[in-house]
């Protein structure tokens, strides 16, 4: 599953969330420009073979010499995962054009996964060149079809404007199209319109109950969001040292965002002592998987320019 998310400026910028996502074998919450976070497709629609842990531990020890054969063997959903295997960040041998083929293979032979992962690529221009447009019809496809995380990227689309024009109530209905078929970053994705929509819509109660649930549930973008609410204590206790701890879970599960809020705990010592030195290299580690709030902390910190508390 590949996916990437948004975006909200608060408190001087603190909570601008871009989300990304690719939940590959073995997350696209590539994670969206994207780096992959990194998990196992929770759900199985109609046309989506069920994971195959045996080829999904080949791919990740590297122990398939070859992963042209194990997609030339003629099933679908292989080709999905050596696509995956080779989009996945932060990893020797990564290679997103190859992985593009890869997922084409696995959509044009009925796989919905490869369908949806062909679209995080084409949104983002990652291994291919960007067209936002192919990936909406890629997303509707797999959503269509039943393959949950497919409609969790379509409503990303929504939730951010990009490609289509914003639209908070489309971008709910289907990220909960996703968190109802099992998608851990629907439920992400539908806290997040909730906890930052307008009235009647707004229900915060609801998105820190949602958060909660996508956190566990294995979504870095759950556990993000989960933090950002403890931080500021949005219908809940304030609770800095278990914040950072949540920030911590998203930014190990491939959330950049995740990174920059930690970075800005240690920053200005929020639960835990002032650290700066640790700040910057997670401001570097978020700016390194596009996060651009992160390159301004980072620029902004290396200067020694102090930021403001919200």
């Known amino acids: 599953m590949l996916r990437r998310a948004p975006v909200r400026y608060r408190r001087g910028m603190r909570r601008l969330i871009p989300i990304v996502l690719l939940v590959a074998c073995g997350p696209s919450e590539p994670p969206h420009a994207p780096t992959p976070a990194v998990a196992t497709p929770s759900v199985v629609g109609p046309n989506v073979s069920p994971p195959d842990s045996g080829l999904d531990a080949a791919l990740e020890t590297g122990l398939l010499e070859d992963p042209e054969q194990a997609c030339n063997a003629g099933v679908a959903s292989d080709c999905t995962r050596v696509g995956r295997a080779l989009f996945k960040p932060r990893v020797p041998g990564r290679d997103p054009a190859r992985a593009v083929v890869f997922f084409q293979r696995g959509c044009d032979g009925g796989d919905l996964a490869g369908c ?21 019809t890629l997303y ?81 973008r759950g556990c993000n969001g989960l933090g950002d609410m403890v931080e500021y204590g949005e219908e809940t206790k304030r609770d800095l040292v278990r914040a950072r701890s949540l920030y911590e879970r998203a930014c190990e599960g491939g959330h950049p965002r995740g990174c920059t809020n930690l970075g800005l705990m240690y920053e200005q010592a929020k639960g835990t002592p002032k650290d700066l030195p640790r700040a910057l290299q997670y401001y570097r580690r978020a700016c390194d998987a596009h996060d651009e709030l992160a390159c301004k902390h980072l620029s902004r910190a290396q200067k020694g320019t102090r930021h403001p508390r919200p």
């Open 116 to 136: 949806s992962d062909l679209g995080v690529a084409l949104e983002w221009g990652d291994g291919i060149a960007i067209d936002v447009g192919r990936s909406r």
């Open 140 to 220: 509707e496809k797999a959503c269509d079809g039943g393959y949950a995380h497919g409609c969790t990227n379509l409503a990303t689309l929504y939730e951010r404007g990009r490609g289509v024009s914003k639209d908070d109530r489309r971008a709910a209905a289907l990220h909960e199209r996703g968190c109802n078929g099992g998608d851990a970053a629907g439920c992400a994705g539908l806290a997040f319109v909730l906890q930052h929509a307008r009235a009647p819509l707004r229900d915060r109660k609801r998105a820190l109950v949602l958060f909660d649930k996508a956190c566990n549930d294995g979504s870095a």
